[in-house]
């Protein structure tokens, strides 16, 4: 079985404050994604990386970074957390994100609370 | 135009109760789908994947009509335990997953 963990389950965190969220994936899957959800509005990707040390803007990358320094572990980085970044936190993993019938698998999210 | 539309429901139903929820896609170069199920404040779960004209298993039955660009989800004899949200999710052509927003289902006793 695939599995993804993610550091924390929950956070809240001041204004201002760095935030880093830690994705990690055990099935030397290439590709990894961070998604945010918010009621209404679905899944929306926020950064991808395809390889080590390789990073892909989504759709929302605005307020965000990344790092993927091991091929396992893949962190979200919010520099200057906002209260319009309280969301769910999705990670996903992928084997390589070059095939059609390829899914992605995700860990259990981590709830963020910026105040 | 979203790129992907649901139905958010909620859909209420009895249990043994047969439901369909459809979805509709804008991407007409999109060649995979994909159901997730998502249950209250946990993460999306893989339920199938279309590639052809659909796909079938056990109680449940997807559909693909390219020519009109939706996808339907069928769940026969409907369980307590399917009670949950159902995400229709296209692949678009680079390989990444477009999220609709789902669809809820509460099935009653």
């Known amino acids: 079985d695939v599995k993804v963990t993610q550091s924390s389950r929950y956070l809240v965190k001041r204004t201002g404050e760095k935030v880093f969220l830690e994705c990690v994936q055990d099935m030397d899957h290439e590709n990894m994604f961070w998604y945010r959800q918010d009621p209404g509005l679905g899944l929306r990707l926020i950064y991808f990386s395809y390889d080590v040390k390789m990073k892909e803007k989504g759709d929302i990358p605005e307020g965000y970074s990344v790092s993927r320094e091991k091929k396992e572990r893949f962190s979200l980085i919010l520099e200057s957390a906002s209260t319009n970044q309280t969301s769910m936190y999705l990670c996903?993993?992928?084997?390589?994100?070059?095939?059609?019938?390829?899914?992605?698998?995700f860990g259990p999210g981590t709830r963020l609370l910026v105040l | 135009r979203k790129e992907v539309e649901q139905d958010p429901g909620p859909f209420n139903v009895p249990e043994g109760a047969t439901v369909a929820f459809n979805c509709t896609y804008s991407?007409?170069?999109?060649?995979?789908f994909f159901w997730y199920r998502q249950d209250c404040r946990k993460e999306p779960k893989l339920l199938m994947s279309?590639?052809?004209s659909g796909n079938e298993d056990g109680r449940f039955t997807a559909q693909l009509n390219r020519a009109s660009q939706y996808i339907s989800l069928l769940i026969r004899d409907s369980k307590l335990s399917d009670s949950a949200t159902y995400l229709c999710?296209?692949?678009?052509?680079?390989?990444?997953?477009?999220f609709g927003s789902g669809t809820r289902l509460l099935v009653r006793p």
């Open positions: 999710v296209p692949m678009d052509s680079s390989y990444k997953l477009i």
């Open positions: 991407n007409s170069a999109s060649q995979s």
């Open positions: 279309v590639y052809s």
């Open positions: 996903a993993s992928s084997v390589s994100g070059s095939s059609y019938q390829e899914t992605q698998y």
